[in-house]
């Protein structure tokens, strides 16, 4: 009996029984990088519809791969279009083709992810709420009208709904929450936008809102909950807000005296706070943006961006307050200010509502961790909030507010959290890969604390924990810890931890009874910046105006001048 039974004979592709004819062909696409929880599939599934091609697309341990039959000139157009007309939150690292021999497929089909296919793929990160999506909830045609867990393929919930990988919604927060028949329909059509959409949801399906007052008891459901948080918010209270990554705390940004009432109970007398802008018009108003800027409040990441405040001589205290602009209290002395736009659909509704800026501050007591359960923010938060606008929707793991700023032209992120985080680090993974790298868990430092993993086939940089001076952020840096090692399904041989034997996270390292590495922390932070400018495989002059470090010599380092490699450094 032959082996190959069922293969044609060799220069003989088969077609329902036909010889093939010359202008049909078949391809093979490995696709890697951020294409996961993007709509990236169903993206693929449409673009093949569009080009009469067959065959599948489906995730493997090495990325997504897409097997293509159809007419050799729709093939070349297909992969002509395959990058160019990606969703936008999709990254692609690297595309490979290889050519295969045709075998008659007609349709094209998604096949179920491989669950023991995860550990190259992507987690994917949180997005904002899309255009069409704000379209949707404004439209009072639309069944998604003021609907505020709105999303699509494009946007929406992910990181921080995320149980396991791969991203799929029974391992999310979203099993929680059976879809109608309608919402049902839209999952399961190829030509809907919220085709295979994870997080898919309506008013009828999904997680509703509600407005506790201060003792946790309901004063409007769904759907005057929103209208009646924004009452509150008008007359100058504090709502704390069941946001996408955690609790906020929201007061009017237009008036001092609701920023100095928030400002007393949070216990937070002069730090700047950001402000939720409803628009980018809005944004303009306060603020002078440069079109980069422009781009970073408008991008899924939808970070708090810092920018130049426009009308600097409103910090007089004096000066009239005006409801398009932030008062002096929200960044006194400043001359920027912290701004962005509605995370999710719920912040769109309820700046809509409002037409005022709004404060937005993570919901939390003096830099402690961010709270993400509603019950435990009712505890925690009684004395800082008049109200809690809650919804049904379990938060998996706390993200912060990212920030980024521009610095010589360009985007720096200051605090890595919600939409950029987890960070996928391709030098990281370039280098480790060629020196064959063990699993590895590196701590991070004391204050601003962030981990970062190298899987065996990822480096990962996590959000930003916090100052571990804190026991609770103690506690969120050890839940981290152990949550990266579940997503990511690996356990890391060896640590990487500071020089500094006071630091909670050189402790934590000794603890855990593994071969550990200690890092220099200006050497650290020199070769930080040399992965954010890829030049691991150079020598470079490094200045770290950091604070202070622990030197190599038992004493305290300030800002250093140092000849750096990856491997080592002079001083
Ligand atoms: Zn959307
Ligand atoms: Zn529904």
Redesign the pocket.
Same mark, same amino acid.
């Given at each position: 009996m032959s082996l190959f039974v069922n293969q044609p004979p060799d220069g003989v592709a088969l077609r329902n029984g036909s010889p093939a004819d010359a202008s049909r062909a078949a391809v093979r696409l490995l696709v890697r990088g951020h294409v996961q929880g993007v709509g990236f599939r169903p993206y693929v599934f449409r673009l093949a519809q569009r080009f009469r091609l067959g065959g599948r697309v489906y995730n493997t341990v090495n990325g997504v791969v897409i097997e293509l039959e159809g007419a050799s000139e729709e093939l070349i157009r297909f992969q002509e279009r395959l990058v160019a007309e990606a969703p936008a939150a999709a990254i692609i690292d690297s595309l490979s083709r290889e050519t295969a021999a045709p075998v008659g497929r007609s349709s094209f089909a998604i096949d179920p992810s491989d669950s023991s296919a995860s550990p190259q793929v992507r987690v994917p990160p949180d997005l904002a709420i899309c255009a069409e999506c704000r379209r949707d909830i404004l439209d009072p045609l639309n069944r998604r009208q003021a609907y505020p867990f709105t999303n699509c393929t494009a946007c929406g919930p992910r990181y921080s709904i995320l149980y396991a990988m791969p991203y799929d919604r029974p391992a999310t927060a979203m099993h929680l929450f059976p879809? %109608?028949a *309608? %919402?049902d329909a839209e999952y399961h059509n190829p030509d809907d936008r919220r085709f295979h959409a994870q997080p898919? *949801? %309506?008013? *009828? %399906?999904?997680p509703r809102v509600g407005l506790w007052d201060r003792e946790g008891r309901l004063i409007a459901g769904s759907p005057t909950a929103l209208v009646a948080a924004a009452k509150v918010l008008r007359q100058g209270q504090v709502v704390a807000l069941k946001g996408l990554g955690g609790f906020q705390l929201l007061v009017r940004a237009d008036q001092s005296e609701p920023v100095g009432r928030l400002r007393q109970r949070k216990g937070r007398p002069s730090k700047p706070l950001a402000v939720m802008v409803a628009s980018l018009e809005a944004a303009e108003e306060i603020a002078a943006l440069t079109p980069l800027e422009r781009r970073l409040l408008q991008s899924p990441q939808n970070p708090i961006v810092l920018v130049q405040k426009r009308n600097h001589s409103c910090d007089r205290f004096t000066a009239a307050e005006n409801k398009a602009n932030v008062a002096a209290p929200v960044a006194p002395r400043l001359s920027t200010v912290g701004l962005f736009l509605p995370t999710t659909p719920l912040h769109h509704l309820l700046l809509a509502a409002l037409d005022l800026p709004l404060v937005a501050t993570s919901g939390n007591l003096t830099e402690g961790p961010i709270i993400t359960d509603e019950r435990e923010a009712v505890r925690r938060l009684a004395g800082v909030a008049d109200a809690f606008l809650v919804h049904d929707r379990p938060i998996v793991r706390g993200v912060d507010d990212s920030v980024v700023r521009r610095i010589a032209g360009q985007a720096v992120t200051i605090r890595l959290a919600r939409g950029l985080a987890p960070l996928p680090l391709p030098a990281v993974e370039a280098l480790a890969r060629t020196k064959a790298c063990p699993p590895l868990l590196a701590t991070g430092g004391h204050q601003k604390n962030a981990l970062a993993i190298w899987t065996g086939t990822q480096a990962i940089l996590a959000q930003h924990v916090g100052d571990l001076d804190n026991p609770e952020t103690r506690s969120t840096f050890n839940r981290v810890a152990h949550d990266l090692a579940g997503l990511y399904q690996f356990a890391p041989v060896g640590l990487a931890c500071d020089l500094h034997p006071d630091y909670y996270t050189t402790q934590w390292a000794f603890a855990q009874n593994k071969p550990l590495t200690q890092v220099q922390h200006h050497h650290a932070h020199a070769v930080a910046c040399m992965v954010e400018n890829n030049l691991l495989d150079r020598e470079v002059l490094a200045l770290t105006w950091d604070g202070t470090g622990y030197g190599t010599d038992g004493t305290i380092w300030g800002g250093e001048i140092l000849r750096v490699a990856c491997t080592g450094f002079r001083r």
């Open positions: 879809m %109608c *309608a %919402c898919n *949801a %309506c008013a *009828a %399906c999904g």
